[in-house]
């Protein structure tokens, strides 16, 4: 359908794109939905920017306020890069106050394929790390374990990579008529409904099942886990806690998902049933209530991230040294005495180390430190493997080689 295009529209000395790829004059509703959707937008630079830096800035100084780095816990990065996501997508949308200051959009420009590009890689990605988001809460609350650093630092450079990817594949096949006016900004021309089904519808529907089966299957598991415990009356008081705090875990980055479904479906939806009616277009004023929704996805995920940083804190970082306390991180990781555990099986002489987790303590009657929960008990294993006897312990991650010794010691005794 590029035969369709013709640049003959002249603005202001200039040659555009004939509608409906351009348009020379803002409807006044339409011009009205615009400044909303910008004012939104520009809601979520502010916000996401300054969590942005924030976090960033206590990455570069952790030492002032934590007893380990912050770098490190996964959790904080996942949502960090999904900040990012949002940023992009915002500042894409910021730029609907140029078309408004303009009264027109127009098509081929440097702002047009600005907009589009933005909008187009920041929804994708931030798509892509809700995804993420959903995945590491399954592989931590259901199979019970860690992903190592290089491959996690792996997995979000390929995140990007997939995002970038996909917007720019368009780009490259199309040139300057890829991203033009539609509805109320400039995306991916009407032109290419195959492109947008390929290269972004069909990935965020994906995502959005994918995250209501991840978290009904996750919930499942941890609700059979939870009774199994109840149900065993011998079963030590450390798993309950543990279940516990990855309930709480869950449920706290269960949060971001159900923003991404609510705020992207309405938008999502409506561009399907433009597909599905031979490229009928939606309303002005459907267009941007959507894309006020879409834009907002920034600022409401930076609060969500404000409100539940300590509580996320609470039960993913080890306790704050008194040394090192300067302020409000004493009360939301020294409070509910926090610390940083590490479970570790012994084998057949071996002491092997398993996972490590953040954790409530207990202190025997010769004042030493012993875990009330490990990250790997039986409410993660089930069952031990059968004809592979082992012995479990969870220890403060600082006495970790002292407890290695005795334990290796009392192994052979046995």
């Not at 869950?250 to 561009?271: D, E, F, H, K, W």
């Not at 433009?274 to 004023?285: N, W």
């Amino acid at each position: 359908m590029a035969e369709e295009y013709s640049q003959t529209m002249n603005w202001q000395g200039h040659l555009y794109f004939e509608p409906p790829y351009s348009i020379a004059s803002l409807a006044p509703s339409l011009r009205n939905g615009m400044i909303v959707i910008g004012s939104l937008a520009l809601l979520s630079v502010l916000s996401t920017l300054s969590l942005i830096c924030f976090i960033s800035h206590r990455f570069i100084n952790w030492r002032n306020h934590y007893s380990s780095n912050i770098c490190l816990n996964q959790y904080v990065v996942l949502v960090l890069n999904l900040l990012l996501a949002d940023l992009q997508q915002s500042l894409g949308f910021m730029l609907s106050f140029h078309w408004v200051k303009r009264n027109a959009i127009l098509a081929p420009s440097h702002a047009c394929f600005s907009q589009g590009w933005l909008i187009h890689s920041g929804d994708v990605s931030s798509g892509f790390f809700v995804f993420a988001i959903a995945l590491h809460t399954f592989y931590t609350a259901v199979v019970g374990k860690r992903i190592g650093s290089k491959a996690f630092a792996v997995a979000i450079v390929c995140v990007w990579a997939a995002a970038y990817f996909l917007t720019g594949l368009g780009v490259g096949i199309h040139g300057n008529q890829y991203f033009v006016r539609a509805g109320a900004w400039c995306w991916v021309s009407s032109a290419f409904e195959p492109d947008r089904l390929g290269l972004h519808y069909i990935w965020v529907f994906l995502i959005e099942f994918g995250l209501v089966v991840i978290y009904a299957v996750t919930f499942y598991k941890l609700r059979q886990k939870t009774r199994r415990i109840f149900d065993d009356p011998d079963a030590p008081s450390r798993n309950m806690n543990t279940i516990n705090a990855v309930n709480r875990i869950t449920q706290l980055m269960t949060l971001y998902p159900i923003v991404y479904i609510c705020l992207t479906l309405p938008l999502s939806a409506g561009r399907m049933w433009s597909m599905s009616h031979g490229g009928a277009s939606t309303s002005p004023t459907f267009s941007c209530i959507a894309g006020a929704m879409m834009t907002s996805c920034g600022w409401i995920d930076s609060l969500l991230y404000t409100l539940t940083r300590r509580r996320l804190l609470r039960d993913t970082m080890p306790k704050t040294n008194s040394s090192r306390s300067n302020g409000g991180d004493v009360s939301e990781l020294g409070e509910r005495n926090i610390t940083h555990t590490r479970s570790v099986t012994v084998q057949k002489g071996q002491l092997k180390d398993v996972f490590s987790m953040t954790s409530p303590c207990e202190y025997d009657h010769n004042g030493s430190v012993s875990s009330a929960t490990g990250s790997e008990d039986p409410i993660f294993d089930g069952i031990y493997p059968a004809g592979k006897p082992e012995t479990k312990i969870t220890v403060n991650v600082d006495q970790v080689e002292l407890k290695k010794d005795k334990a290796l010691d009392a192994n052979t005794q046995h």
